[in-house]
């Protein structure tokens, strides 16, 4: 399913929209929701596509991501080599030496914040958040998973997400956002591993010399 078109797709979910479908939608989010408030720490390989339809272009990514709650989180590209996303427990850094060697953006993580982890944001107080269907069965890699998609009830940047969440640990193996101005983004996580010892020190982040820091 994963090369449909966006028209295609919702008139898909569209025809398997019912009762019995988003019933079942929500009692995989509620299963995952608890998943994810049970994981202390995260790590996997991933795969990142960007398919910029606008341009018609494509851009793809991959690394490793690793998290740690309340608020450690860091994301580093292997291709493209040396961009990075660092969450350290008190700020938020972005780093893209491919396409902006000379800054960093910095931000301030809000006092009690917890990340609930890559593809995680959406399976969070998902019945006030989205309007999910299940679309059916698939697989990420070799692992079972149930394909769900949500559309917001709230203002987003985005209309509509497809998730495969894991049948058998209900994690995010998998999700894709398509954004309103066509660009679709994928994510996909392989390897996933979770409970695992991360020290806060794999979390610092120290801008190159010479790069200018713009705090929002």
């Known amino acids: 399913m994963s090369g449909l078109t966006l028209p295609v797709l919702l008139?898909?979910?569209?025809?398997?929209?019912?009762?019995a479908s988003d019933e079942r939608a929500n009692t995989i989010l509620a299963r995952a929701a608890e998943a994810y408030r049970e994981?202390?720490?995260?790590?996997?390989?991933?795969?990142?596509?960007?398919?910029?339809?606008?341009?018609e272009r494509e851009?793809?990514?991959?690394?490793?991501?690793?998290?740690?709650?309340?608020?450690?989180?860091?994301?580093?590209?292997?291709d493209p080599k040396g961009d990075i996303v660092v969450a350290d427990g008190e700020f938020f850094w972005m780093y893209y030496p491919s396409a902006q060697?000379?800054?960093?953006?910095?931000?301030?993580?809000?006092?009690?914040?917890?990340?609930?982890?890559?593809?995680?944001?959406f399976v969070m107080n998902?019945?006030?958040?989205?309007?999910a269907t299940y679309v059916g069965m698939d697989a990420v890699g070799e692992r079972p998973a149930h394909?769900?998609?949500?559309?917001?009830?709230?203002?987003?940047?985005?209309?509509?997400?497809?998730?495969?969440?894991?049948?058998?640990?209900?994690?995010?193996r998998k999700f894709e956002v398509y954004e309103e101005n066509e660009t679709?983004?994928?994510?996909?996580?392989?390897?996933?591993?979770?409970?695992?010892?991360?020290?806060?020190?794999?979390?610092?982040?120290s801008p190159p010399q010479g790069v200018d820091v713009f705090s929002r």
């Open 11 to 19: 008139a898909t979910t569209l025809s398997l929209q019912g009762p």
């Open 101 to 121: 060697p000379d800054q960093v953006i910095r931000t301030t993580i809000q006092h009690g914040a917890n990340s609930p982890g890559l593809g995680g944001q």
């Open 147 to 172: 394909l769900l998609s949500l559309v917001p009830k709230f203002t987003a940047p985005y209309t509509l997400v497809r998730v495969w969440i894991d049948s058998g640990d209900y994690l995010v």
């Open 59 to 78: 851009k793809e990514g991959r690394g490793h991501v690793y998290q740690k709650k309340p608020n450690y989180f860091l994301m580093e590209f292997e």
């Open 39 to 55: 994981m202390t720490t995260l790590e996997a390989e991933f795969v990142q596509k960007i398919d910029l339809r606008a341009f």
């Open 126 to 131: 998902p019945q006030q958040r989205y309007v």
């Open 184 to 205: 679709i983004r994928t994510m996909t996580l392989i390897k996933l591993r979770v409970g695992i010892e991360l020290p806060d020190s794999l979390f610092r982040f």
